[in-house]
């Protein structure tokens, strides 16, 4: 298949889905988000604030998940019912292969028609892998790809990835909707999955940039309380402010994150400044995961212990990203990293990997908005954190120009209008 053009509208949304309110049909649709859990990640978040912030006079959301926990489960309306897969099959269980997915398939089927469901939403290719698979072509649905998939399958499956692969498009070709967060991720999902292109929708991440502001005022965990008030005294003593560069790492610790890469990079700018003392770069891991022991022993091996800090994860970590010098987005891939708006949000300087369109979309043109480097170029990067500290004012520059991109391109509410716009559309061709 040959390169991917898609039609987009205004902010990147395809211009059917941003035409305006469509007629709304009785009563309020009653809307599942499907999620794995609630954990931390950006798709998570991204499934919470949707579900938190519908129109309740033209939908009743409901959310599904296949286990239950995670911090955005405590911080769902009341008025949102959740269903969780591992209420009625509880762990530890052995199933054979197979029985797990049609055992879910089953549940989703379940709930679906029990709950009268009109509209189902999901959110990674985990859950649409589900929901292709119970509901077919029986509910509307709508399904979301949040990462290149031609990186992402691979590394996340182990096991069936070219069944995977062939079940996936067959659930996107049959989804009421299918919606990407950048042109490179549609671009790829129309490669890998072999689907017309017109059959894929633009639609870029946003955030709460009020939200996002407002938190990141608020008090933390001990130990990032802690670190906060060792920073403002050293920025009150001028002598080793200047010396210092803090950076934030927020992110899952999983490999496409970068955060071995990460390390090498602050290991590389202790060599070159060793003798002349004149930059201690301080990193700042916000997160867990499944590589942290892994990481925790590149710590130890690159003798970094006195400038790699560990906070775990925050359900809150603004506060750490706003009191930093800038943000590091060191990944292998991404599909629109949440973190990288954050941080313009808040005035933050950001450095992030070139990893391919989406970043460059993201730093604009000449990198007016963030600095960019080679993906895993460990002397590049290191270059660039000392760039940084000889002349922060160009960074604060492009991180001005990039909180005012933010609030332009990437608010909230422009993003819920065209979400709902899609989600009664798919109901009222079905209705036809």
Known sequence: MGEAVFVTGPSGVDS?????????????LRVLACSGSLDGGGSE????????????QRFSPEVYLLARRGPY?????????????????????????????YLQSRHLRQIVRQRKIDVVYDRTFHMTLLTGWALASSTPRVSVIVSPPSRD?????????????????????????????????ASDAANFY??????????????????????????????????????ASQIESSQTASSQIHAALIGRFTAEKGHQFALQVAAEVRRRTKESARLSLHLHLVGNGPLQSEIEQSIDRLQLQDCVHLHGYLTNPYPVLAACDLALVPSDYEGFPNVALEAL????????????????????LDDQRATLIPVRDVSAAAQSIIDFQLNPQRARERALAGRAWVEAEHALAP??????????RVCQRRNR
């Open 16 to 28: 059917e889905a941003d035409s305006g309110h469509a007629p709304s049909v009785s009563g309020p």
């Open 45 to 56: 978040r991204q499934l919470w604030q949707l579900v938190s912030r519908l129109d309740r």
């Open 73 to 101: 489960l405590e911080q769902l309306p009341s008025d949102v019912p959740v269903h969780a897969f591992e209420d009625d099959y509880p762990a530890p269980r052995s199933f054979p292969p197979g029985r797990i997915t």
């Open 153 to 185: 399958v691979p590394a996340s499956e182990h096991r069936f990835v070219w069944l995977k692969r062939r079940l996936l498009a067959r659930a996107y070709r049959s989804a009421s909707a299918t919606l990407c967060v950048s042109e490179e991720v």
């Open 194 to 231: 072999r689907l017309p292109p017109s059959c894929l929708q633009v639609m870029p991440n946003p955030i709460d940039v009020e939200l996002v502001r407002q938190r990141a005022t608020q008090s933390l965990a001990e130990t990032a309380e802690r670190w906060l008030h060792q920073q």
């Open 345 to 364: 949000a808040l005035g933050v300087p950001l450095v992030m990997t070139n990893y391919g369109a989406t970043a460059r979309h993201i730093a604009g």
């Open 415 to 424: 993003w819920l209008d065209r979400m709902m716009n899609v989600l009664e």
